[in-house]
């Protein structure tokens, strides 16, 4: 017996102890504690034991430990362990073993050597737990889990191929409108350079209207174009220099119209990361709303600076011209979205909305503050560690 | 067989008879459009170049000293004409350009990889449109010096 019954009245409290303790290990049926003697014969099987691997004690105390794992395989497994324990003192691991009837459940086991005076092995206790609901609920959850993935991935997929059907057709309409489009403006054309003088001014001016508007068209087809081509590319990281792009924005725009009343005063631009010619699109469309909106004041005034929140670059396009109300700030950079008349201003309400889908890819914001009749401020900004997910 | 399909100076490809006319109508302008023949789509364009089909009595050598393609056609589109000019060593020599209303970058970067000689994007307004037409069709007609006699 390895749970030792000592003698001698000194001992008695700890005799009573012993078999109190005794008992309660071979009465304890949500564990199997058995303890196993240093030649691996089992020595004593409890309650727990007989429930987990079913065989009663008589049918396995006495006979050799591998008898209880049915299968060769396991059984080194088992001796394996065993002999680890024997040489650290104690080893724990899960497992999967068979019961007496062949059928599985999942083991949590507790091996602890027992030594004798001399430290040579004893034998060893071996607590089990059966962990089988655990394990399979574990299972299940991994099963759901990777079956819910899946469902993600797939979902995904189909979102991404009709996000590309959405993007091919709406390339295919701005696309497939010019042509007529050009016919409209091609005709009214040759109506006015064959029939010029036999219309009257009336009539001039019909036809000039509608050329105009299919001039308002095609711009507004561009505008399409690019928007729903921005969507379909991902923005490459570069390096850009931000005062030679702004510079070079600048050139091109006020390239031809000789606008000399324009105060324009760059200011030093931080370097950043980021798609080049994206942004340039961004810095077009903010200068070219700066000029338009500005040009009708006095003394136009542009300035081009830059902020700095530690996180973020933050540049800025301010203007001392038409503003705006900032009541209607949210509808700013909505597709079509305008707060001024074609009458008033001309534009096509997609330069805003392209650039706000710019700087979303590169994950920075675009806000604007202005006052009505007294210039507004647009902002972007460009988070420094941009680096496109590389 | 008419004469004439032998004496061809441009050869324009285009489906739609309105942008055909506004081309035919700015080449004329700076007397180009004598000796043009307007094609309907790519099938044709192919007999026209390779002298089959209804225009089996032409002869091949005879080539346009330039043609006008546009991409989007139905039944042969404009890319596979190109790809049949300038995989033939009878027609590879004749001057092509692309004119279309697509900008887009793979009809482009196809289109020089198959050795497209230029590639127009047509406006929409009428003044560029034609500006643009008149000036590639001197170009190509009259500076250029194209390899055959």
């Not at chain 1, 362990?81 to 507790?110: M, N, P």
């Not at chain 1, 050009?182 to 050329?211: C, F, H, P, T």
């Not at chain 1, 980021?274 to 709303?289: A, E, H, P, R, S």
């Not at chain 2, 034609?130 to 194209?146: C, D, H, M, R, T």
Request: net charge negative; aromatic share 8%; proline share 2%.
């Amino acid at each position: 017996m390895l749970l030792q019954k000592s003698t001698g009245s000194i001992n008695k409290k700890a005799e009573l102890i012993d078999e109190d303790l005794y008992r309660l290990l071979l009465e304890f049926k949500d564990y199997s504690i058995i303890m196993i003697s240093s030649e691996g014969k089992v020595l004593t099987w409890n309650l727990g034991a007989q429930y987990l691997y079913g065989y009663n004690s008589d049918e396995i105390v006495g006979q050799s430990v591998e008898l209880l794992h049915g299968e060769v395989e396991l059984a080194e497994k088992a001796a394996k362990y065993l002999q680890v324990a024997g040489e650290v003192g104690r080893v724990e691991y899960e497992t999967w073993k068979l019961k007496k009837d062949r059928s599985r459940f999942y083991a949590h086991i507790i091996i602890t050597t027992l030594y004798n005076d001399d430290q040579s092995i004893k034998g060893f206790g071996k607590v089990t737990r059966d962990l089988t609901v655990y394990k399979t609920l574990e299972e299940e959850n991994a099963v759901l889990k990777e079956n819910l993935e899946d469902k993600v991935r797939q979902r995904t997929n189909e979102l991404e191929i009709v996000n590309k059907e959405l993007e091919a057709f709406s390339y295919s309409v701005s696309h497939d409108l010019r042509t007529p489009l050009r016919a409209v403006s091609g005709y009214s054309m040759m109506l006015k350079e064959d029939y010029e003088n036999q219309l009257d001014s009336e009539a001039n001016r019909i036809i000039n209207n509608i050329v105009d508007n299919t001039k308002m068209m095609g711009q507004l087809i561009d505008d399409l174009l690019t928007f729903s081509k921005m969507a379909r590319l991902e923005a490459a990281n570069g390096f850009i220099d931000m005062k030679r792009l702004v510079d070079q924005c600048m050139t091109e725009l006020l390239q031809g119209d000789a606008q000399p009343k324009f105060c324009i005063n760059i200011l030093d631009l931080p370097a950043s990361n980021g798609d080049v010619k994206m942004v340039k699109q961004v810095w077009q469309n903010l200068l070219t709303n700066a000029i338009k909106y500005s040009a009708k004041k006095e003394k136009p005034n542009i300035e081009v600076g830059a902020l700095d929140d530690h996180k973020n670059h933050i540049y800025y396009v301010k203007d001392n011209g038409a503003g705006f109300d900032m009541k209607y700030a949210n509808k700013l950079f909505g597709v079509f979205q305008r707060l001024h008349r074609q009458d008033e201003f001309e534009g096509t309400g997609l330069g805003l909305a392209l650039a706000k889908r710019i700087i979303t890819k590169h994950g920075g914001e675009i806000w604007a503050e202005a006052k009505k009749d007294h210039g507004a401020t647009f902002y972007f900004s460009i988070p420094k560690n941009y680096n496109n997910g590389q | 067989m008419d004469s004439k399909y032998n004496e061809v100076e441009i050869l324009l490809v285009e489906d739609n008879m309105s942008d055909a006319e506004l081309v035919t109508r700015a080449l004329r302008k700076v007397n180009l459009a004598n000796n043009l023949v307007h094609v309907k789509d790519g099938e044709e364009a192919l007999e026209f170049i390779f002298a089959e089909g209804r225009y089996a009595e032409r002869k091949i050598k005879n080539v346009p000293r330039l043609i006008l393609l546009d991409i989007k056609m139905p039944k042969v589109d404009g890319i596979e004409v190109l790809r049949q000019i300038k995989s033939h060593e009878a027609t590879k020599t004749i001057p092509v350009v692309i004119m279309t209303s697509s900008k887009e970058e793979l009809d482009i970067i196809k289109s020089y990889q198959l050795g497209v000689n230029s590639y127009v994007v047509k406006p929409v307004d009428f003044n560029n449109f034609s500006k643009a037409v008149s000036e590639l069709g001197l170009y190509w007609v009259l500076i250029n010096q194209p390899p055959f006699a």
